[in-house]
């Protein structure tokens, strides 16, 4: 879809979407999520539905289809932190959407959610990267998540930032290829103008050209 076009869809659904973004805010607040040391976690949400607001334009393929992104990005976390169920995400988005785009948004919230683990490694094993990799936009959105994760981390030099910092700069070669599927499907691809923010943050210049060349563009 055309930069344009993408943002003349936003705007006429721009009501919609700030009714899913206050829905998300109160979800998040009612079981006192923060972010960070201090943030309320609508911070992170905005962050979020922000970079989808900006890079969708470069997956979407239908008009139909920005308002279930947009959903699935203010609410990738609520099964996750927020103790919602499948069917929970899937109510909520019916109010929001009709049945067939609530469940594209649900299963972009679903694939998101982490598995059961110990540890890191176990919460974002290979199902995880699986469930991602086969569910349309779920890719680009779970991208939107880790540039804003990446985005605030150099944001503050504090030992948290500093160290999550250096966790995602170490994951970023398997975090790329295990959320993409190479597809030519729009819906499943990694658009290169994102890893390009991600790399301005993180990375000197060949590595950042060997993170490029790994997303078949």
């Not at 003349?8 to 009501?15: I, L």
């Not at 948004?105 to 919460?123: D, F, H, Q, S």
Request: net charge negative.
């Amino acid at each position: 879809m055309e930069k344009q076009e993408f943002e003349r869809v936003y705007e006429k659904n721009a009501s919609v979407i700030e009714r899913i973004c206050e829905s998300a805010h109160k979800l998040h607040a009612s079981v006192n999520q923060t972010y960070g040391k201090d943030q309320p976690y609508a911070f992170h949400l905005d962050m979020v539905a922000n970079l989808a607001k900006d890079f969708a334009y470069l997956n979407c393929v239908s008009e139909e289809d920005v308002v279930p992104i947009m959903f699935g990005a203010y609410y990738h976390d609520s099964i996750e932190d927020a103790r919602l169920t499948y069917n929970d995400v899937m109510k909520v988005a019916k109010t929001f959407m009709n049945d067939e785009q609530a469940l594209l948004a649900t299963e972009i919230v679903y694939a998101l959610t982490n598995e059961k683990g110990r540890n890191r490694a176990e919460r974002a094993n290979d199902k995880y990267y699986e469930g991602i990799r086969t569910t349309p936009y779920a890719p680009f959105v779970k991208l939107c998540d880790r540039v804003a994760n990446i985005t605030y981390s150099c944001l503050g030099a504090d030992s948290e930032n500093n160290r999550m910092k250096e966790i995602y700069k170490k994951e970023v070669p398997h975090f790329l290829a295990s959320i993409n599927p190479h597809s030519d499907d729009p819906r499943f691809k990694i658009p290169a103008e994102m890893v390009e923010v991600l790399a301005e943050q993180l990375i000197d210049e060949m590595m950042r050209e060997e993170w490029i060349a790994g997303l078949d563009v």
